[in-house]
């Protein structure tokens, strides 16, 4: 496989000031591998769903081109659910619920056709479930990790074990600053590479993304968008346009890295402009590329 | 003159988590034309001073190049002081105390030899005094204009009347929204242009800035600094370093615009490394050319 994302398969409910949805197909393993499969063309997931989760989100994802031979469906119990609702500037949202059900027992077991994935997605769960993951696997390329506070406060013991087995982390600017007690976001990502991670890619929101390689710091601008409606997802969208594109490349090098951070930008971009997985359910590969041709324009500084 | 900034010359005191400043050299015509004149040959200012403002302060700007010509001073009035404390994050701070002094009534007289002069740089100050400024002049050939909360509440429709008589407005992003009352950047950037100003930059500290000319939009990201010292004076600064850069160009193009962003960017993640215009009077224009480069480090997109 190309790109293998573990993570959660879930039931999400989404109130924006410009909608809503009820129990619509959400989770990080759904929308990193559709991110993915546009730029890559063996993507697969594992996660747990129940016996509720609807059969018409299992074919969409299928017919998506996503292999679904690790998604485990317990009968007898209940999708991962949660509910959140987004304030008025999109940038902070309230969570009303969130029902773990299948997510308490969850033990990924990776299908032995997985192991020898090329990068290994590991979107936030407990990081001791990361690390089960990673020691499933059979010596991929690249790992991308993502986490946030709750495991930066709970479990941080753990969190620095799988940051010294990974070789990206990829988190958004107020995780950077909670993992360091560093306002400053280039000194706390001093803090973070110190940790383990070789590249770092801290994920800033309508204020785009920074990538730390090296001695050698990248930054692209989010995508100008005049109406954005639902934000759930981008991040985790944006580490599949990653992963997806930077699968397509023998060596990962830094311009590599650049493109690929431009590439997760792109499919972000059009992952907000609607609900749920929507955008990117109907997201042809040339879409991306158009867009991406688009970051040059926005980003190109004229030679003098 | 290549740059005239009509604005204050102030006497500031800065207490920052890095340290503090009593009575420093501040005020946004000083930042601007300090900055200006690393790009620009001449430079002067028009600002009004009382009788307390130190000889050494008169000694620093001329022997940085700035004309003088136009700097009133009161004998018998008080130079405008404002003294602020910012938080740990240095994005937000508290006015302490704001002496107007000679500032409340400031009649800025703009010298002949003055109102020719190419690029005019309006610092914040009451709507009405800029229109009256601009009034004084002979044909520049780019005109921008900074404001702030205060006037885009006090005084909305002289406001708009000097929106009408400039090339491009320089405010941040929260100005932005509160003169439009949109959250999202972008659509406040259109209904602001609609308004008048052919050219909008919008500042986001930490964030950079964002240029709209025509259907263009050019991002830059702000320089990574792991100090920053004192962000006073970085936003005048930034407007110098454009206005400067844009005063050598015969044809004020797209390309040009965007070049003039990038130096204004340059020169305000200096002028932040240092309390007050410390950092502003030691650079050299070489060390300007440097940091320019740099941003084509930090923001070109390999290509494909």
Redesign the interface.
């Known amino acids: 496989m190309d790109v293998l994302a573990v993570g959660t398969v879930a039931l999400d409910s989404i109130e924006t000031p410009h909608g809503s949805v009820d129990r619509a197909l959400g989770g990080s393993a759904m929308y990193i591998t559709l991110a993915a499969r546009l730029m890559a063309q063996n993507v697969c997931l594992v996660a747990a769903v129940g016996g509720d989760f609807p059969s018409q989100y299992v074919d969409s994802l299928e017919a998506a081109g996503v292999d679904l031979g690790g998604l485990e469906i317990q009968e007898d119990g209940h999708t991962f659910a949660w509910a959140g609702k987004y304030h008025?500037?999109?940038n902070q949202r309230d969570t009303l619920y969130t029902d773990l059900n299948v997510l308490e027992t969850f033990n990924p077991i990776i299908p032995d056709h997985y192991k020898t994935s090329k990068i290994v997605c590991l979107g936030n769960l407990d990081p001791s479930i990361q690390i089960d993951v990673l020691a499933q696997m059979n010596n991929p390329e690249f790992v991308i990790l993502d986490t946030m506070n709750y495991w930066i406060h709970k479990t941080p013991d753990s969190l620095k074990d799988v940051f010294g087995k990974i070789d990206c982390l990829m988190i958004n600017d107020s995780e950077a600053r909670d993992l360091t007690g560093e306002?400053?976001?280039?000194?706390a990502a001093?803090l973070i590479r110190d940790m383990g991670p070789k590249v770092l890619v801290i994920k800033?929101g309508?204020?785009?993304a920074?990538l730390f390689a090296g001695e050698?710091?990248?930054?692209?601008?989010a995508f100008?968008?005049?109406?954005?409606r639902d934000p759930t997802g981008a991040g985790d969208a944006f580490m599949g346009g990653f992963a997806g594109f930077i699968s397509g490349h023998n060596n990962i090098t830094l311009?590599i890295l650049?493109?690929g951070v431009?590439h997760g930008s792109a499919v972000a971009s059009f992952t907000v402009e609607k609900f749920g997985p929507d955008r990117l359910l109907s997201l042809k590969p040339s879409d991306v590329t158009g867009r991406?041709e688009a970051?040059?324009?926005?980003?190109?500084?004229?030679s003098?």
């Open positions: 008025d500037d999109l306002v400053n976001l280039f000194r001093r800033k309508e204020h785009g920074l050698d710091i990248f930054s692209v601008p100008p968008l005049e109406h954005i311009d650049k493109q431009v991406v970051f040059y324009e926005l980003t190109s500084i004229p003098m």
